[in-house]
């Protein structure tokens, strides 16, 4: 029974190590054949869904490089900087993914506002209070453009 107890302790301590750290992202955005490391994690709480027209949806962005801190988070999706690669999802309370886009220099995707984007999953990690932390991934989303899939952990304070 002890060794158990320890055994549990060591798992414990090597999925905290393996979670990402606040702010930061640890995961993928695959273009094509093309790999695209995020290390970056940001979110906004308070956003409008166009179709339940509630304004409870959590923002999260996840980038490559890190954005200047003036950049207004609200209207990221028409101000990424140029050299970014950004995902950039709504999360509902429910945890389904509700809206997503993909800013990358082979093309942009926009998802449109959803009851549930189902070709992406979110398990949320459960985050302490004022932050969010969980694992965004997908299937392979085919667009007129490129063919893209994410699969990252991350954790975020909300703004």
């Known amino acids: 029974m002890r060794h158990v107890a320890v055994a549990l302790v060591v798992f414990s301590l090597a999925i905290s190590a393996i979670a990402a750290e606040l702010g930061r992202a640890n995961g993928s955005l695959t273009i094509d054949k093309t790999r695209t490391d995020l290390g970056y994690a940001y979110a906004i709480g308070k956003q409008h869904n166009d179709i339940s027209k509630r304004k409870d949806e959590t923002r999260v962005i996840l980038t490559d490089k890190a954005l200047a801190p003036e950049i207004n988070l609200n209207e990221i999706e028409a101000t990424v900087p140029d050299g970014v690669n950004a995902v950039i999802f709504n999360l509902a309370s429910n945890g389904k993914v509700t809206h997503v886009s993909v800013i990358h220099p082979k093309g942009s995707y926009d998802g449109g506002f959803l009851e549930e984007a189902v070709e992406f999953r979110f ?3 459960n985050a302490g209070r004022g932050t969010i932390a969980g694992r965004i991934s ?4 085919q667009t007129n453009t490129m063919t893209f899939q994410v699969d990252a ?3 975020a304070l909300v703004r």
Request: proline fraction near 0%; glycine fraction near 0%; aromatic fraction near 10%.
């Open 123 to 125: 398990k949320n990690a």
């Open 138 to 141: 997908s299937s392979r989303v």
């Open 153 to 155: 952990d991350f954790n």
